[in-house]
């Protein structure tokens, strides 16, 4: 119980005081991500997979931005799964010159094909990750999404869906 306390405490500090940074105030970012896709817990479904998505976001603080983010993910087996993502997430980034460290939350729509069988659900994931700025206008970087699937009871899918992707992106000023 200490250990949650100190952590919501730490990051409610870290959103009280306010920050000189302004790595995505007024500015779009687009990025393409691929990586690693799994669902650790299953039996009954393919365990490891191949994530492509596309993120487009933009800052509304100094340090505060939202993204939206577009995914496939493929688990290759005799019956193989495909699963498409689309979702929102809230981000917050603690500028420390040119490493960025992230760290946001969102909820996504999922659309899973198996077997010619279409099904839909939500999720809600937490996002962590880190950006290294090459210079202005360019960033690569990397991104850990978990995902819980809320809506897992009546689903095929496992309720934890895990994310790793290497990501580039490019910076375009807003004003």
Known sequence: ?????????????????PSMASAYEDQATLGLEVGYAGIPRTDTLPRNGVDVGLIAGGGFGDAWSIQGLLS???????????????????????????????????IDGLLTVRDRRTRGDFALHVLLGVDYLINQRWLVGVDVRGYWVATNAASPLDPFILTASARVGVRFDLH
Do not use: K, Q
């Not at 119980?1 to 405490?9: A, N, W, Y």
């Not at 290759?76 to 992230?102: C, K, N, Q, S």
């Open 72 to 106: 496939y993910n493929i688990f290759p087996d005799e019956r193989r799964l495909h699963l498409g993502m689309a979702g929102l997430e809230t981000v917050y980034a603690l500028d420390i010159v040119r490493f960025v460290p992230l760290i946001g939350f969102g």
């Open 1 to 17: 119980m200490r250990c949650l306390v100190g952590i919501f405490g730490s990051l409610a500090l870290l959103l009280a005081v």
